[in-house]
């Protein structure tokens, strides 16, 4: 399993369940905090543990790891 060290607005909004556009108005508020490069934001992974919970987060590296397994075969 992949342990990422950043994660995209639309990352974290699946498991949040919420638009990546009110994650990135949360990251422009400074209420998440996050690195802005050029037009895009990441948010740190410790940034998400916070959030979501060591557990939870293992789930979701899971996730996203099978979705990019089944990207990478289509």
């Known amino acids: 399993m992949t342990q990422r060290l950043?994660?995209?607005p639309d990352e974290l909004a699946s498991v949040l369940r919420l638009s990546g556009e009110t994650?990135?108005?949360r990251?422009?508020?400074g209420t998440l905090k996050g690195v802005h490069i050029?037009?895009?934001w990441r948010v740190p992974r410790e940034e998400v543990l916070g959030l979501i919970g060591a557990q939870t987060l293992g789930a979701f590296d899971a996730q996203?790891?099978?979705?990019g397994h089944a990207q990478a075969t289509s």
């Open 38 to 40: 050029g037009d895009t």
């Open 23 to 25: 994650i990135r108005r």
């Open 64 to 67: 996203l790891d099978a979705a």
């Open 27 to 29: 990251l422009r508020s």
């Open 6 to 8: 950043f994660y995209t």
